[in-house]
Nanobody, 121 residues
Framework: QVQLVESGGGSVQAGGSLRLSCAAS????????MGWFRQAPGKEREGVVI???????VYRDSVKGRFTASKDNAKNTLYLQMNSLKPEDTAIYYC???????????????WGQGTQVTVSS
């Protein structure tokens, strides 16, 4: 059974940093496309970064240069280092995975429970 468990969320002031982790189990991370999505209050869920099976990353424009995603295949763990955080980054962040889909649509088969990130001005 595939499970994704996020950790590392919290509250920071604007300009601060947080590091999210996503521990995956039940499959090999190297065989799945993985990524991070987020959902702010009153808004639709949106993709933040996607990591394909080859390890290449694609970021949404608003986080480029501030967020860095990485994957440790040996630990089956996905990370998201978030620097220079802004109030508009406030959202619940979800780790996602899928053996076939690797795009920006919210059709991933597997989702974590989410972790709250709150950035105050």
């Amino acid at each position: 059974q595939v499970q994704l468990v996020e950790s590392g969320g919290g509250s920071v002031q604007a300009g601060g940093s947080l590091r999210l982790s996503c521990a995956a189990s039940g499959y090999s991370g190297s065989m799945f496309c993985m990524g991070w999505f987020r959902q702010a209050p009153g808004k639709e869920r949106e993709g933040v970064v996607i990591i394909n099976r080859a390890g290449s990353t694609v970021y949404r424009d608003s986080v480029k240069g501030r967020f860095t995603a990485s994957k440790d295949n040996a630990k089956n763990t996905l990370y998201l280092q978030m620097n220079s955080l802004k109030p508009e980054d406030t959202a619940i962040y979800y780790c996602v995975a899928d053996p076939r889909w690797c795009g920006w649509s919210v059709v991933y088969n597997y989702w974590g429970q989410g972790t709250q990130v709150t950035v105050s001005s």
